[in-house]
């Protein structure tokens, strides 16, 4: 299904012959800015034309269905048991990336959309359709609802009561305050079991507009997951595992038994038999016993790529939301879980570039992914690798990948086969590789306390180190112009280092800035630094190296991760997109912004502008500030 996102768009795809026609040149093409006669009719604003992927942070069955949180989307599968769901649906990108959903037996879905509040769908096939939503003071993280009222744990604001009766049109009523900070919530019985950081509280719904609070137990470590089965609760406690709360007395909870788990318990699911099924973060999924809820066994565990956050169960089968992926698995006999599926989606993003219709991903812990953007309305994931370590950049250059991937140095990647990108050669730097650029045969790697790094990868098999220069501080991104590279030094600001002997490099200059360079785009004489927490864009003039001046900045309140040129431009990502117009580099000021679902970590621009959204995934933008005769755009669609 399409939706419509702005009267501005007239009509889709279907009546474009090519992209081409509306949209600007490639990146690299001249870009003025108009006269005063050509003055935009549009008001200077940015559209979000596509997205995909995102963490899998939640899930949540209600047989036959299953619905997980895919960075700012809800995805809707059918539950073919035993055997992978099948992917029925997904919602319309959300405000904010999804924290939490609770599944009503009548395919109402309430989901937590962190600082955007509560959203209400319904699973109307084949659409997910928009009921109604509510913003809450605080942070939504995680909801319950029960005879016509949603529940909300909203961080530090406590719970807020929503009464949702009408459905279109949902209210907050009451709200109710613990000792610590509402993350879970269960409604059992006409009682509300509350995971708020400092243990299990238990509130009466007699009024269900005005919880009451009744009791409380104060746990070990960080409750942030509550499920109850009869007279027992069952809360992950962080770093301490599992706890089992006797409940029987709710104005006086009682821990009968506890489990101490190896990674950091997130979610929680319970079968009526006492079989526990623990999010255990970075360790995976733990089956525990708790017949005994005072001696609580583990019988076995699963292990995985990424970190196991939520749990959820239908009858014959399980559902894992482990960040990077939805594993579906059996526990029929629990002390050997039978992994069914695993689906696989573009999670995180932390870095990207965008070269001839194909954005690669640097992922994180999620690896690395290739996504088809010829059709930016319908980016489609293509090819999928997993290096060791946490992949934090990536530059591309023909049909070969450099990726940064931490303490695992650079791995080069064969991307010739989209499809099946091959690692085939691999240097072991000594730092962390945090960034690199490749001009001709020569890469230049951001290597953080190990310094600025030349490798010679003319065989990109057996790549080799030509020379190094260690820095001041903490070398975090580079680029290279000529003989020069201009380093990103954090604290230390912009070195300029003459490359042109490579086994004996020099800094020639250096210019302090306000905050923490992290990253560095140049264009001629001028250099442009993303500069950290609360200082934005700075511009620096490099057309004497050995005096670099700062010359201007446009000032942001986030934190300046990533930059991008396109012409007379810069586009910034510092937890929203922001597009900078650079024409007088003395006085660059902010043309149009974009707060994006997650937490725009970089950005690259190819005529459209594409975001590494963090936890929110892939976005992809048009800025109508600079491009106002774009009047026929394809609508973002549902992603069916």
């Known amino acids: 299904m399409i939706h419509l996102l702005t009267t501005l768009i007239l009509i889709g795809l279907a009546l474009l012959p090519t992209w081409s026609a509306v949209l600007p040149a490639p990146s690299g093409a001249a870009a003025q800015p108009p006269t005063a006669s050509e003055a935009p009719v549009i008001p200077a604003t940015m559209h979000l034309v596509s997205q995909l992927g995102g963490d899998i942070h939640a899930v949540a069955t209600s047989t036959p269905y299953i619905y997980t949180g895919n960075g700012p989307r809800v995805t809707m599968y059918y539950a073919l048991r035993p055997g992978p769901p099948s992917q029925l649906q997904q919602s319309e990108p959300l405000p904010q990336v999804v924290e939490d959903i609770a599944a009503t037996a009548t395919d109402v879905l309430f989901v937590a959309i962190g600082q955007a509040g509560l959203q209400i769908m319904f699973a109307d096939l084949p659409d997910l359709l928009m009921l109604g939503s509510v913003d809450t003071p605080g942070t939504a993280l995680g909801v319950a609802a029960t005879s016509g009222y949603a529940y909300v744990a909203d961080s530090a604001s406590g719970v807020q009561v929503v009464d949702a009766r009408d459905l279109s049109a949902p209210v907050l009523v009451g709200s109710l305050a613990t000792s610590g900070t509402p993350v879970d919530v269960a409604a059992r019985n006409g009682l509300l079991y509350i995971a708020d950081g400092m243990g299990l509280s238990i509130a009466s719904l007699a009024n269900p507009a005005q919880p009451v609070l009744l009791g409380a137990v104060q746990t070990p470590d960080f409750a942030q997951g509550v499920v109850v089965v009869g007279h027992l609760a069952y809360v992950?406690?962080?770093?301490?595992?599992?706890?089992?709360?006797?409940?029987?007395?709710?104005?006086?909870?009682?821990?009968?038994?506890?489990?101490?788990?190896?990674?950091?318990?997130?979610?929680?699911?319970?079968?009526?038999?006492?079989?526990?099924?623990?999010?255990?973060?970075?360790?995976?999924?733990?089956?525990?016993?708790?017949?005994?809820?005072?001696?609580?066994?583990?019988?076995?565990?699963?292990?995985?790529?990424?970190?196991?956050?939520?749990?959820?169960?239908?009858?014959?089968?399980?559902?894992?939301?482990?960040?990077?992926?939805?594993?579906?698995?059996?526990?029929?006999?629990?002390?050997?879980?039978?992994?069914?599926?695993?689906?696989?989606?573009?999670?995180?993003?932390?870095?990207?570039?965008?070269?001839?219709?194909?954005?690669?991903?640097?992922?994180?812990?999620?690896?690395?992914?290739?996504?088809?953007?010829?059709?930016?309305?319908?980016?489609?994931?293509?090819?999928?690798?997993?290096?060791?370590?946490?992949?934090?950049?990536?530059?591309?250059?023909?049909?070969?990948?450099?990726?940064?991937?931490?303490?695992?140095?650079?791995?080069?990647?064969?991307?010739?086969?989209?499809?099946?990108?091959?690692?085939?050669?691999y240097y072991d730097s000594p730092g962390w590789a945090s960034a690199t650029d490749v001009v001709g045969d020569r890469l230049y790697l951001a290597d953080q306390v190990a310094g600025l790094r030349i490798v010679d990868v003319s065989d990109p098999t057996s790549p080799f180190e030509l020379g190094h220069l260690v820095m001041q501080w903490n070398v975090e991104g580079v680029a290279v112009q000529g003989n020069f590279a201009y380093v990103a030094d954090g604290p230390g600001g912009l070195r300029v280092v003459d490359v042109s002997d490579p086994s004996n490099p020099v800094e020639t200059g250096f210019v302090r800035l306000r905050k923490w360079a992290m990253d560095v785009a140049v264009s001629g004489t001028l250099a442009y630094v993303a500069d950290g927490r609360n200082s934005g864009l700075r511009i620096v003039d490099i057309s004497d190296p050995a005096n670099p001046i700062f010359v201007g900045a446009a000032s942001s309140h986030g934190l300046a991760l990533g930059v991008a040129l396109d012409g007379a431009y810069a586009y910034l990502a510092d937890g929203v997109l922001r597009a900078i117009n650079i024409t007088t580099p003395t006085a660059p000021f902010q043309t149009a912004s974009l707060d994006t679902a997650g937490d725009a970590w970089d950005v690259a621009v190819d005529g459209l502008v594409y975001v590494a959204d963090g936890r929110g995934g892939l976005a992809v933008v048009l800025d109508l500030t600079r491009h106002p005769y774009a009047t026929f755009v394809p609508l973002v669609t549902t992603g069916q």
């Open 236 to 425: 992950a406690d962080g770093t301490s595992g599992l706890q089992i709360v006797d409940v029987t007395d709710p104005t006086a909870p009682v821990i009968v038994g506890a489990l101490d788990t190896p990674g950091i318990a997130h979610g929680i699911a319970a079968y009526d038999n006492g079989l526990v099924l623990l999010a255990d973060g970075l360790a995976g999924l733990r089956v525990i016993d708790a017949s005994d809820p005072a001696a609580p066994q583990e019988l076995s565990h699963l292990e995985s790529p990424g970190e196991a956050v939520a749990v959820d169960w239908a009858p014959g089968q399980a559902y894992l939301a482990n960040t990077q992926s939805l594993v579906a698995f059996t526990v029929a006999d629990a002390t050997q879980p039978t992994v069914e599926a695993v689906i696989d989606p573009l999670a995180y993003a932390e870095s990207l570039a965008v070269v001839d219709g194909y954005a690669y991903v640097a992922g994180g812990l999620d690896g690395f992914r290739i996504i088809d953007v010829h059709n930016p309305v319908r980016p489609t994931q293509v090819g999928i690798s997993r290096p060791d370590d946490f992949v934090e950049h990536v530059t591309v250059r023909g049909d070969t990948a450099y990726l940064s991937a931490a303490t695992a140095g650079v791995r080069i990647m064969d991307v010739s086969d989209r499809a099946n990108p091959t690692e085939i050669g």
